[in-house]
């Protein structure tokens, strides 16, 4: 069974910055895919960015060019850096993990609130 926590979120003010990080209890290369998913209240969740099997990357267009994407497969840990946060980035930020084969299964960490405010 994968197990997903997410660590990092917390209050900053507008134009601050935080590192979320998603530490998975196996080998990260064992997924096909890994993204950081968004839902602020009253909204639906949202892909904020993700890395699928091969490097490649996609962000929402709300965030390029201010969040980074990246991860560490020695530690099985992906990270989020979120640089000019804005309030509209609040939300509670989840960690998501694909194991695809003839089916796919998701697997979701149970969030962390970041919360962008003066």
């Known amino acids: 069974q994968v197990q997903l926590v997410e660590s990092g979120g917390g209050l900053v003010q507008p134009g601050g910055s935080l590192r979320l990080s998603c530490a998975a209890s196996g080998s990260i290369l064992n997924f096909n895919a890994m993204g950081w998913y968004r839902q602020a209240p009253g909204k639906e969740r949202e892909l904020v960015a993700g890395?699928?099997?091969?490097?490649?990357?996609n962000y929402a267009d709300s965030v390029k060019g201010r969040f980074t994407i990246s991860r560490d497969n020695g530690k099985n840990t992906l990270y989020l850096q979120m640089n000019s946060l804005k309030p509209e980035d609040t939300a509670v930020y989840y960690c998501s993990a694909r194991v695809a084969g003839i089916y796919y299964y998701d697997y979701w960490g149970p969030g962390t609130q970041v919360t962008v405010s003066s």
């Open positions: 890395f699928t099997r091969g490097e490649s990357t």
